[in-house]
């Protein structure tokens, strides 16, 4: 066969599954109307048991802080999120009947969370991380549902998504959710534990931690190969600018989970603050709008579940070299030792660990690590309780890109972290 007989075949080939695959996709998404209709058999919108179950499950799902702006209605969208594909924008999910969710049927609503389709037909971003709320059962959409309804209906039009030619066609979603999209409801581990599926479920569905927490690929799918083992994502940093931040590893690999006991886990989980470390930045939204609000039993699963990940690291950085080691020593004495210690294990009263189970300091990727050296933890907003004295400063003015790169390679190599080097250019960037 010739080359271009090859090259022929492959496009019909391409063409044929591209047309099989619309097909199948621009169905409207939806299960079949028995379940549709049994769905909306389950929503009561006046049940105010089913509506306070709803605003429990959306404080687990963290709705608040993806679709209310800064200095924004509750609930009524336009919080901007950046893409390596543009920018987009989270929607209005009040009950206003124009520019809401007040004119949805509850099979609309289900067909958005298990799906990712409008209920104009078109495709939804995968930045609504229908990924993981497929996984939430009928119940608990209805519960949802019935929530969301009884909150106060704003008036405010979506702002227009500015994302570059082809992703800006959301027809062509259905090739991406036939190669990356799998529906279905969370199906329990009967291997487990009720406390471990219960976990399990609040993880992998309502929390979807997974959409900061595990890589992605060339086109935005979370890598399952290496789920949990930290994701790169862009945020707010403390002057306003937008910045990379990287997630640790969640799994119990030793720059993850690994050195954290159970209690640490579920203490960070509901006061954003253990032995380790102090929630901050993009963490902060976390901690304050979902995870300090969930009862005791559910914190205590969502640490079950995350215990038990599989150690799972990432490829090793390369160690610096002994010159620039030494020089991030020197800065350490100088500028850290004080409240860090010379041991690197911190004082509860004074500053974090960054030694022995430090997740930000030995994560693969040191964009977090260096956007608290640049300028201090931002500290959350009212403050959770604390016995440390004072926030770190940052040191955006004090030191180069030179030295905190040294700075910074030398916590990632100390006292058994295993981080990696880190090049100026890496620090030129987060500044």
Not at 248 to 256: E, K, R, V, Y
Not at 257 to 282: C, R
Not at 306 to 319: I, Q, Y
Not at 359 to 377: C, E, F, H, K
């Amino acid at each position: 066969m010739s080359k271009f007989s090859r090259y022929f075949l492959t496009v019909v080939v391409a063409i044929l599954l591209f047309v099989a695959t619309a097909a199948f996709f621009q169905t409207d998404g939806s299960s079949s109307p028995n379940d549709r209709m049994a769905f909306s058999a389950n929503i009561a919108l006046d049940d105010e048991m089913q509506i306070e179950r709803g605003k429990y499950l959306a404080l687990a799902g963290n709705c608040a802080s993806c679709h209310t702006a800064a200095n924004g209605a509750f609930m009524a969208g336009g919080l901007a999120f950046e893409t390596p594909f543009g920018r987009i924008y989270s929607t209005n999910i009040t009950p206003d009947a124009n520019t809401g969710i007040g004119n949805w049927s509850g099979a609309q609503f289900l067909n958005a969370m298990r799906q990712g389709v409008r209920p104009d037909g078109e495709h939804l971003y995968p930045v609504f991380p229908y990924t993981a709320y497929t996984k939430v059962t009928d119940e608990d959409a209805a519960a949802l549902f019935a929530y969301l309804n009884s909150i106060p209906a704003v008036s405010q039009e979506g702002l227009e998504n500015e994302v570059s030619f082809p992703f800006n066609q959301r027809s062509l979603m259905f090739v991406w959710k036939a190669m990356f999209f799998d529906t279905g409801v969370y199906e329990e581990d009967e291997s487990r534990s009720a406390e471990w599926n219960r976990g399990a479920y609040i993880v992998e569905a309502l929390a979807h931690c997974g959409a900061c927490h595990s890589p992605r690929n060339y086109l935005g799918a979370e890598r399952n190969d290496m789920a949990m083992t930290g994701g790169v994502y862009t945020d707010k940093v403390p002057n306003g600018t937008l910045r990379p931040w990287s997630a640790p590893n969640l799994t119990s690999a030793q720059s993850g989970l690994g050195l954290w006991p159970h209690k640490e886990v579920a203490g960070y989980l509901k006061t954003g603050i253990n032995s380790f470390v102090e929630t901050f930045g993009p963490m902060n939204e976390v901690v304050l709008n979902s995870t300090r609000h969930l009862n005791d039993e559910d914190i205590n699963a969502m640490a079950v579940y995350l215990k038990s990940l599989p150690a799972n690291e990432t490829d090793p950085k390369a160690a610096a070299k002994d010159s620039v080691l030494g020089m991030g020593r020197t800065l350490y004495n100088l500028h850290c030792g004080t409240c860090h210690l010379p041991t690197g294990l911190g004082d509860e009263e004074s500053a974090p660990r960054l030694g022995g189970g430090s997740l930000v300091v030995r994560a693969s990727n040191p964009a977090s690590l260096i956007n608290v050296i640049l300028d201090g933890p931002e500290r959350p907003d009212p403050p959770l309780p604390t016995k440390r004295r004072k926030p770190m400063e940052g040191f955006r003015y004090l030191l180069n890109d030179e030295e905190i790169a040294a700075l910074t390679s030398y916590l990632r190599s100390a006292w058994g972290n295993t981080g990696g080097e880190v090049v100026a250019e890496q620090v030129a960037e987060q500044r």
